[in-house]
């Protein structure tokens, strides 16, 4: 039977890890992903999970790893956090580039400067153009869950690409939530085997990934691009069977929160989306007419869900928790992707960024509050004088 | 000033390491025992605490609110209505009572009595505020006493666990945020919960003033950039942002009538805590400021007595408040 524990995000991908059997876990410390291996750790020396635990010396060595480990056929888990992901950063293209379904966790911290602990989502954002999977979990039990699908996903055949569940460090790896702890029965219907076409086996010698030809670049990567594009096609299945087995209700790519009359809606990643549904709720008397659509899976992006679902409203506020300095409009990642899916949209309605939780701050209510504000003045005005807004350095004036 | 009306904040502070799963425990417990009671709840780790260093100040914090919690991602808390702190030396090192809500509860670990623990507590600003202050001596209660090398109340992490019902009784007892029942609808341990709940020892707090609480009212205002190249304490000073001193649970103690000046102390401190000022009418000291206690100091000594460790609530001066 499954089993609800109270735990944070960060155990809850070492529960979903050991679910998952991996073969081989490598590991380096850096917060806040430590609390998955610490765990990983004990269960290993406890005897619960039967996996090969390793040091790495640093990232870097924790990624080559899980390479060589992914190239002879093992289940490999890693993870990392704010600079340890960029330190890594070299390994990310030859993982993807030669099909290991690796899967390294990030917990989000920001980068240097200013060395704080708290999440922002640059870390992994600036990876996302790798050929990996990537996405974030909005709760403990999404934490988990996505582990589970991450692995599916990325072992499918049609797939075979590397995957970065990501969860917003403290927000999510920190407190703790009800979890669901799923039976084994329900992994095992869920979550075949690995059975890599190709493992290192010094009886039958490969060489993978070798030096090629200068003539050969576009064609390997053309592989990659194509992989990215089948997984695209792979997901809704893949979620309608994790629905079915773990009676969940996941949408597979955009989750919905009160969007049915909305006029305008917050759009996001990860753990700053739960506040907005309480800000959605509580705006209602107010009159305004907020909804909620956080986005499951930035990599693959999914251009025409998007479009679609974001052209019924006369306003979407992007919450940017990333930067991407010198960005279209100075915006962010997830801005410019927003606005180049909604080109070709049926609608294009009035798109705000909010540059907010940087440095791994909290976004408080009475900000989203604001925000909902600014978005009816967005509704409301002509044309817009300003769309883009540092949350908490200047007055939210959008006409 | 709570973020939001009804919001109940639970604070634990704790030693780093040795009793980081006493403390997790601890808020797990309660805010589950709060989710039975149908209560909105949380339970996490302070973020900007430093775990991982042995007998640092920690704190683990539990929310409670009877309607969904509003701000469920700000770092700390801010307001705690019940503090519980799972080894008394901690009050001597730390502003406990910080932000405390009017008709505050403290629940403290701890052989002395309450009344030893409010005297600790005299200089702190919010005391007015503290209505009711509970004792419990998890060490002594029903378990082993097995010290892991220094201090009162604090134990190795295979017995401290056992010590957590007793903690939640007492918390039960004097705070009355969470049930006996829905406790022990968590913790097995019964026996445990009800000794707590019913031997702890409660004290009303005689200076203790009624006001009413009030909400957060966020303040107005934007933000400016900041200048990334701030002033460093100069080499040989001391980093006022970085003060170790409450890591301390037992305190080195000369015998200068016995100390030979040899010092192996000096050498071996690994804060650089012993102090040898002057060269005629030389005299070992230690900084207390910074020193943690930690026992290399009397353990290095070769003479008999010369150094000696004593608890550090023996002690009433050189208090040494964190200011976080």
């Known amino acids: 039977m499954p089993r609800k524990v109270r735990i944070a995000g960060a155990k809850a991908t070492a529960e979903a890890v050991k679910a998952a059997n991996v073969d081989v876990i490598c590991s380096y410390p850096i917060r806040p992903y430590t609390g998955t291996m610490i765990e990983l750790a004990r269960m290993v020396a406890d005897g619960e999970l039967d996996a090969e635990f390793v040091h790495g010396e640093g990232e870097h060595a924790q990624l080559s790893v899980v390479l060589g480990a992914s190239a002879a056929g093992a289940r490999v888990f890693t993870g990392t956090s704010g600079v340890g992901a960029t330190y890594a950063f070299e390994l990310y293209s030859p993982i993807a580039g030669e099909f290991h379904p690796v899967q390294c966790m990030i917990a989000n911290r920001t980068l240097d400067p200013p060395g704080d602990f708290g999440s922002e989502h640059t870390d992994a954002l600036s990876a996302r153009d790798q050929g990996w999977l990537m996405g974030w979990a909005a709760s403990p039990q999404e934490a988990y869950d996505n582990t589970l699908i991450y692995y599916r996903l990325g072992e499918d055949p049609r797939v075979m690409l590397p995957q970065f569940p990501c969860q917003d460090g403290y927000f999510i790896s920190h407190i703790s939530g009800e979890v669901e702890l799923a039976d084994s029965d329900q992994v095992e219907e869920f979550l075949p085997p690995f059975n890599p076409r190709n493992k290192l086996d010094p009886r039958q010698p490969v060489l993978m990934g070798p030096q090629c030809r200068a003539d050969q670049g576009a064609a390997i990567e053309l592989g990659r691009a194509e992989a990215m594009v089948r997984a695209r096609e792979v997901i809704p299945s893949v979620i309608a069977d994790f629905n079915r087995v773990f009676g969940r209700n996941y949408s597979p790519f955009l989750q919905e929160y009160m969007t049915e009359d909305a006029d305008m809606v917050f759009f996001g990643q990860g753990a700053h989306t739960v506040p907005a549904r309480l800000a959605a709720e509580r705006l209602r008397k107010d009159g305004l007419k907020v909804g909620v659509v956080q986005l499951r899976f930035m990599r693959p992006f999914p251009t025409d869900e998007v479009a679609e679902a974001l052209s019924r409203f006369k306003v979407v506020g992007v919450l940017e928790i990333s930067n991407s300095f010198g960005a279209v409009y100075d915006s962010g990642p997830v801005t410019a992707e927003v606005l180049s899916a909604l080109y070709y949209a049926p609608a294009q309605p009035k798109v705000l960024t909010f540059l907010g939780g940087l440095g791994g701050e909290n976004i408080r209510l009475a900000d989203y509050y604001e925000m909902a504000r600014a978005m009816k003045a967005a509704a409301d005005a002509e044309r817009l004088k300003k769309r883009v807004f540092w949350l908490g350095f200047e007055p939210l004036h959008v006409a | ?324």
């Open chain 2, 1 to 324: 000033m709570a973020t939001q009306a009804n919001l109940i904040e639970v604070t634990i502070w704790f030693r780093g390491v040795t009793e980081a799963r006493l403390a997790r425990r601890l808020a797990n417990a309660i805010a589950s025992a709060g989710a039975r009671e149908g209560k909105f709840v949380q339970a996490f780790d302070n973020y900007a605490d430093s775990p991982d260093r042995i007998d640092v100040p920690c704190r683990s914090y539990a929310r409670l609110c009877v309607e969904p919690i509003a701000e469920p991602y700000i770092y700390e808390n801010h307001s705690p209505s019940v503090v519980i702190v799972t080894e008394a030396t901690l009050l001597k090192g730390c502003n406990v009572l910080k932000g405390l809500e009017p008709g505050g509860v403290l629940v403290v670990n701890t052989n002395r009595g309450p009344e030893a623990m409010l005297a600790l507590l005299q200089d702190l600003p919010n005391l007015h505020r503290l209505k009711t202050l509970a004792t419990i001596e998890v060490g002594n209660v029903a378990l082993p006493y097995v010290p892991y090398g220094a201090g009162e109340g604090a134990v190795d992490t295979a017995t401290q666990l056992k010590g957590a019902p007793i903690l939640l009784g007492a918390f039960s007892r004097a705070s009355g945020v969470v049930s006996i029942e829905s406790l022990k609808a968590i913790e097995r341990d019964h026996h445990g919960l009800e000794l707590g709940y019913n031997e702890t020892e409660l004290l009303e707090n005689p200076g203790y003033i009624p006001e009413e609480p009030t909400v957060e009212v966020l303040a107005e205002g934007y933000r400016s950039k900041v200048d990334l190249v701030i002033p460093a304490p100069a080499p040989g000073g001391e980093n006022e942002d970085m003060i170790t001193g409450n890591y301390r649970q037992q305190r080195p103690v000369i015998d200068l009538g016995k100390c030979t000046l040899c010092r192996m102390c000096w050498i071996s401190c690994p804060d650089s805590c012993i102090e040898v000022p002057g060269r005629s009418g030389e005299r070992i000291a230690v900084n207390l400021k910074y020193c943690k206690g930690c026992g290399v100091c009397w353990s290095v000594c070769p003479v008999e007595g010369a150094i000696r460790p004593e608890p550090e609530l023996n002690y009433a001066g050189d208090v040494v408040r964190i200011t976080y």
